[in-house]
């Protein structure tokens, strides 16, 4: 006989179920090839005697085994669905820089509440905000938007970190020394601008892009044969390069 | 993994409609297939978790007939099969 049985989600079980039936439904195709009067399952439901379990967060389910009674009873219905309805009821999927709830570093408590709130990634999210709705009034003031938008913002900004690809030194017309910073994702948020120190000294930042930075150099930088170049593009990215003149 | 007397569900389903479906009588000339059939069935199931957490639905038909002293949990299939018709609507 069957083991102890898994506790499962309903989600779960669906999806196997789908692909169970998906799979018989490639089956009975093929088999329709030489056997022209084959079958398509159009509908099936199962009735399933269960014992729910509530662990404070997710519901889950047990199959009734062998000798156990007063089971509860869930029925599960699929029928036949076109790609309209499909279209219809399922949500556009997500684009292809879309973060993940799981994916943002949150403490367990505010993933469950957006999860109650049917939001599941930062597109969700944007969704909201789009149509105006204060997340903080919804939520009855739990979760905490500024300290959201950030995490937000720094597992977008650690999946695409500063990439530092070559460091040089250059002179201008007025004949004054710069250091050029060259590389990938440099300063990507025009509200921040970047902050540089040069030997512990606070630098002039001329001018910044996602590929280039230009730090002004000064006699007050003290640069010589071993220096440190802190640059802060934004305040999730933070790099420290050791540059040799 | 699943029982070893346990199907995987998808079989479950290939199997019960796998009937002879197709009746001639070649002297009256009368050609009959049963175009659609619904069945309702009593299922043991075994649901499992394998290691990178995809869960299985294990099933069977009723393995006993005997009444013991331990019932098994009969859960309740229900579906319905057509044939397929196939592009030109044949």
Redesign the interface.
Same mark, same amino acid.
């Given at each position: 006989?069957?083991?102890e049985?898994?506790a499962?989600a309903l989600e779960?079980?669906v999806?196997?179920?789908v692909v169970?039936?998906d799979? =018989?439904r490639e089956?009975?195709?093929v088999k $329709?090839i030489n056997k022209?009067?084959?079958?398509?399952?159009?509908?099936?439901?199962?009735?399933?005697?269960i014992f729910p379990t509530y662990d404070g967060d997710q519901v889950t389910f047990v =199959?009734?085994?062998?000798?156990?009674e007063g $089971?509860s009873k869930v029925s599960i219905q699929l029928g036949s669905i076109t790609d309209q309805q499909v279209r219809a009821t399922s949500k556009t999927p997500g684009a292809k820089d879309d973060i993940n709830l799981d994916e943002i570093d949150l403490d367990k408590g505010t993933k469950k509440k957006l999860r109650k709130l049917g939001v599941n990634s930062v597109d969700d999210l944007k969704q909201i905000e789009q149509k105006n709705i204060d997340i903080k009034k919804v939520s009855d003031n739990s979760i905490d938007y500024t300290q959201l938008a950030n995490q937000i913002r720094k597992t977008k900004r650690d999946q695409s970190p500063p990439k530092v690809r070559a460091v040089s030194l250059s002179r201008g017309e007025d004949d004054r020394p710069y250091l050029v910073i060259e590389g990938e994702n440099l300063a990507v948020d025009p509200k921040f601008p970047p902050v540089a120190v040069i030997n512990q000294t606070l630098a002039e930042v001329m001018s910044s892009s996602d590929k280039r930075v230009k730090i002004q150099l000064t006699r007050d930088h003290d640069f010589s044969h071993q220096n440190e170049l802190v640059l802060t593009f934004d305040p999730f990215a933070v790099v420290k390069v050791n540059v040799k003149a | 993994m699943i029982d070893e007397a346990f199907m995987p569900f998808r079989e479950i389903v290939e199997r019960m409609l796998a009937f002879e479906n197709e009746f001639v009588d070649e002297e009256a000339g009368v050609h009959t297939y049963v175009y659609e059939c619904e069945i309702e069935s009593p299922v043991e199931l075994d649901v499992a978790r394998d290691e990178e957490g995809t869960l299985h639905i294990g099933s069977t038909p009723p393995l006993y007939y005997e009444r013991t002293s331990f019932l098994p949990s009969f859960h309740r299939l229900r579906f319905t099969a057509e044939i397929n018709r196939g592009d030109d609507g044949d």
């Open positions: 006989m069957a083991t049985n898994t499962w779960d079980f999806d196997s179920l169970e039936l799979k =018989t089956t009975l195709a $329709a022209p009067l084959s079958y398509t399952v159009k509908e099936v439901a199962l009735d399933l005697n =199959t009734a085994q062998p000798g156990q $089971a | -």
